[in-house]
């Protein structure tokens, strides 16, 4: 299984063609490249990076787990940059399928963890050591001493000291319970949350305004005039109907998002995937841009919120997070990202568009992979001042008597010249939704990939073992990297034009 298996443009993969991809081994440093294999896991997480042991070397960690409802004493790890070794290990009652944010609480100068997932798991971890400095209690009850239903906690971000304490507190989603039937439009309302960074404490709770569940991280920018934080949420999931927001952080403070405003509405599906923001306008004001599970891209005026844009890809649905970068000719900001085909349950191959930021016209289509969510990133990979996209890519062989077998590998989409190239080699199994990372993990100028994927070979839904790769490159990076991970290099959803090399 060394030789590369897609068929390009539209047409589905197969293994019985060899690919017209160009090999980049020659790009791959053997001596500072590892791979780790993880038993008994599976992961829905994304890789994000720290230095934990002062070494200089970025580290890595990222959340795992067993079947839903089953406990897992590996539900987070620390694994060291530099050799792939375990550094700490977190059990967790539930899968945690949410992807890291840091910050220092435990003032030692090294990035403390904040990660969520199933059963109301939400926890901080002391990076030096992994001990848990506090995980969020599912008997929290609101200011009025009401009970409320806990569900699944999703990506955090980070705003402005709420709690008098002197750090960053948290604003984050929680909702989706996993027990309703899946047309059943009877279910627990969803609701944003202010939590004390320091002990998780819940400092203020805000129910989403239209009742519904919710399943989209939250988006947080400051105002223009740095009074308040706009945020973007949205309700609804792959078989309810639900709503696209933008509101205040004030109003969560208050408990109350009855007055945010209406972007948008779908009747069958909701808006999952979550928002990203990025200056298209050019008066300096991020503008807002988020996939509908319906399969359309919306993209906002940040200053007035009018409907600049929006792109329908018709019998799709759309799960992933939009990769931001400079793929056309113009100075503005494009689009790429993946569309499923298919109706949730049955989502089967994947389309690929890069849309013009300016204009919303698709600029670039292909159909490549079989169905997953994981997110592209973004890197000038030939140093010709365009970006171009790196993304993972599942392959599905049937055999004899039916017998499907599964591969994944890593691509780079070329724009300028149309091309697709194949990076580093083909690996037995799946990859579902952990987005790689890429940026330069030791500081030596050179681009490092970490990428996760399953093992199992036949099966794709599996929580039997996970690889984590490195590649280390010889690419030497000409230019930061805006957008090589998931929600961004700053993993919090915002691109800017002059923003770190990574977090």
Known sequence: MSQTLIRLSHQLLAISLILGFVGTHHQLLGQKSWTKRIPGVGTFSSPRVTDLNGDGTDDIILGAG?????????????????????????????????????????????????IGGRSAELMAINGANGEVVWRFSSKTRNKKGKKIQWFNFYNPQFIPDQDGDGLED????????????????????????????????????????????????VSVTATPDGKDHEIVFGTGGETVGGNLYVGYLSDVMKGDLSGAKLLDSSKDKGYIGPPVRVDVTEDGITDIFTCSVDGRLLAYDGKGHELLWEVKVPNTECYSSIAVGQFTADSIPDFFLTFARGVWPKLEWNWQHMING??????????????????????????????????????????????????NMLVVADFQTGQWLMFGDTFEGNNLSSTPWIGDLDQDGRLDILYCHGDNLRQTYTFDGIMIR?????????????????????????????GPMQN
């Open 470 to 498: 490195r590649i280390a490159t010889q690419f030497r990076l000409q230019k930061p990297i805006l957008w090589g991970a998931y929600q961004g290099s700053n993993y919090n959803g915002i691109y800017r034009s002059d």
């Open 66 to 114: 067993r079947l839903e409802f089953e406990p897992c004493d590996s539900s987070v790890m620390a694994l060291d940059g530099k050799t792939g070794e375990l550094l700490w290990n977190v059990s967790a009652k539930d899968q945690i399928f949410g992807s890291a944010t840091f910050l220092d609480i435990t003032e030692d100068d090294i990035a403390d963890i904040f």
């Open 170 to 217: 948290i604003l984050i989603s929680n909702g989706g319970d996993v027990m309703v039937e899946a047309y059943d439009p009877d279910r627990p309302p969803g609701y944003l949350l202010v939590i004390s960074s320091a002990d998780g404490e819940l400092i203020a709770l805000a129910e989403m305004p239209d009742g519904r569940e919710i399943y989209m991280s």
């Open 358 to 407: 300016r204009t919303g016209q698709i600029e670039f289509t292909d159909s490549l992979g079989y169905y997953q969510m994981t997110s592209p990133v973004v890197l000038d990979y030939d140093n010709d001042g365009k970006d171009e996209v790196l993304l993972s890519v599942n392959i599905q062989e049937i055999r004899e008597g039916y017998l499907k077998f599964f591969y």
